[in-house]
């Protein structure tokens, strides 16, 4: 039972140790040994001066982070470092760059680990961009790949910070920042004067009659602001931004580019959630999650699921029947997005991009349908909104038939090869059916022009494999 013997009782002193846990423990030891100073931690992504969330976060050469907003008055005033008390000049500031996820959180820029105040994190002094210890320790230092993984830049390992260690938290520790021990005030010009209003220190709506009085008083006392010094204050702030991002390079996106547009401000959730509960307890990367929350859905996801959007949309077109006498005609065609989301998605897409500009018809059969879409006119070309080689499925599910004239539907190589080729018919065509994707028709309006444009276009002379002439 005692310490490193097999004796079976423990002695007073081993009782009353420093490393014994009872109720006299350490009871003789020196107090000078202990501190009574309590041990406050300060969160990776705040300020060291302000204590709050930054905003444009820069560091010191030894890794302290501040927010430029509040580190440049402190060092006009006193020229030192507020928490080590060393000397400090702008121009010694480095501008961090941190990488953050679709939720906001600061991850690692390469493997995308979220940033959470027990992670090695360090920076690298010439190009400002934040990283995980770890990811530079196996895929820089330990293979000597001296190069930034964001910007490939070179670097040294003496341009490697350390902004946060959780080996040694002490520097997190705001009981030992020199400016919190001497008390100095690290308020701003306009946070003084702030404070100094009466006008933000009263509750006015409990003064009465009262109230009316105390609002002249104070504008007859209140001292004017010269915009002068607040606009020379702001001017050296965004001088020294652009100092310190001219000597750092700026970096370049790290996340994977996405074809997906951006989603709306009204999010749509999915039925299934985001599964971060599941795999933070199954994995210590990962910040612990204990909620499930649904998964957000972007907006092509969103609005790419049938009968989701069921107006119709309109695309106004103009066709020219002729290039040498610039003869042209007015061409509406009525999009169904209820049955044929994708269809009509990747129609509107290619539409706003201006891929359908000077695109020939290159099959014209009448009495039957009339083909285009193929930017090369050889009617073997063409990619879908998604890309060169990314064809989407057929969608033809609905009540929508090849029963009439003006038909819209997609062109295609096969079962689910649909790309940017697309096709109106002059006829009903009914061996088509489920064999294409209908996705609109053309607007046969009395007051619209589409409907003659249609019967001039089977009029146009073709030539061999129904090309029209002089198209």
């Known amino acids: 039972m005692g310490k490193g013997t097999d004796k079976l009782y423990i002695t007073h002193s081993e009782w009353a140790s420093e490393d014994a846990y009872s109720a006299s423990a350490g009871s003789g030891v020196s107090k000078s040994n202990t ?18 969330p930054f905003s444009h976060p820069v560091c010191s050469p030894q890794g302290t982070i501040f927010d430029i907003t509040n580190i440049l008055p ?19 500031l480095i501008k ?18 979220v940033f959470t105040d027990n992670t090695h994190i360090v920076a690298l002094k010439n190009t400002g961009n934040v990283f995980a210890y770890d990811t530079v320790e196996r895929l820089n230092i330990k293979p000597k790949h001296w190069k930034d993984l964001v910007n490939e830049e070179d670097f040294s390992r003496k341009d490697i910070v350390t902004l946060q260690d959780p080996q040694n938290i002490e520097s997190r520790n705001l009981s030992s920042f020199k400016y919190l021990q001497e008390g100095a005030d690290t308020a701003t010009p306009e946070q003084q004067r702030e404070r100094n209003d ?15 009085i105390l609002k002249r ?8 602001i010269n915009p002068d010094a607040l606009a020379s204050n702001k001017d050296s702030i965004s001088r020294t931004l652009s100092a310190i991002s001219s000597s750092t390079s700026k970096p370049q996106a790290s996340n994977p580019t996405s074809t997906a547009p951006t989603p709306s401000s ?27 929350d649904l998964a957000t859905l972007s907006q092509e996801t969103y609005l790419l699921h049938p009968r989701r959007v069921r107006k119709p949309a309109y695309v106004h077109l103009t066709i020219s029947l002729s290039p040498t006498t610039n003869n042209k005609k007015p061409f509406t065609l009525e999009l169904l997005p209820e049955f044929a989301p994708k269809a009509c998605y990747n129609f509107l ?37 998604w890309g060169k080689t990314k064809y989407f499925d057929d969608e033809l599910d609905g009540p929508l038939k090849f029963d009439k004239r003006g038909v819209l539907a997609m062109a295609n190589k096969g079962k689910n090869t649909n ?53």
């Open 266 to 292: 009204t999010k749509a959730h999915a039925l299934h959630t985001t599964g971060l509960a599941a795999a933070s307890l199954t994995s210590t990367g990962l910040t612990p999650h204990t909620t499930a």
């Open 217 to 224: 008083n104070i504008k007859k006392e209140k001292p004017d």
């Open 35 to 52: 501190s009574n100073a309590p041990f406050k931690r300060l969160p990776f992504s705040f300020c060291a001066i302000s204590l709050q």
């Open 74 to 92: 402190w060092l006009k005033k006193h020229g030192t470092n507020p928490v080590t008390g060393a000397d400090l000049k702008s121009g010694d």
């Open 419 to 471: 790309s940017s080729q697309f096709f109106i018919t002059y006829r009903a065509c009914p061996h088509l059916l489920r064999k294409h994707t209908i996705f609109g028709r053309v607007v046969d309006d009395e007051a619209d022009e589409s409907w003659a444009t249609l019967k001039a276009l089977e009029n146009l002379e073709t030539g061999e494999g129904g090309k029209p002439k002089g198209d």
């Open 349 to 385: 897409q290619l539409v706003k991009t201006g891929y359908y500009d000077s695109t020939p018809l290159h099959r014209n059969i009448p009495s039957f349908m009339v083909q285009g879409g193929d930017p090369t006119g050889t009617g073997k070309g063409g990619s879908s909104h």
């Open 96 to 113: 961090l760059n941190f990488a953050k996820n679709d939720d906001g959180e600061m991850v690692d820029p390469v493997t995308f680990k």
């Open 198 to 212: 009466p006008s933000r220190n009263v509750n006015a709506s409990a003064l009465g009659n009262g109230a009316s």
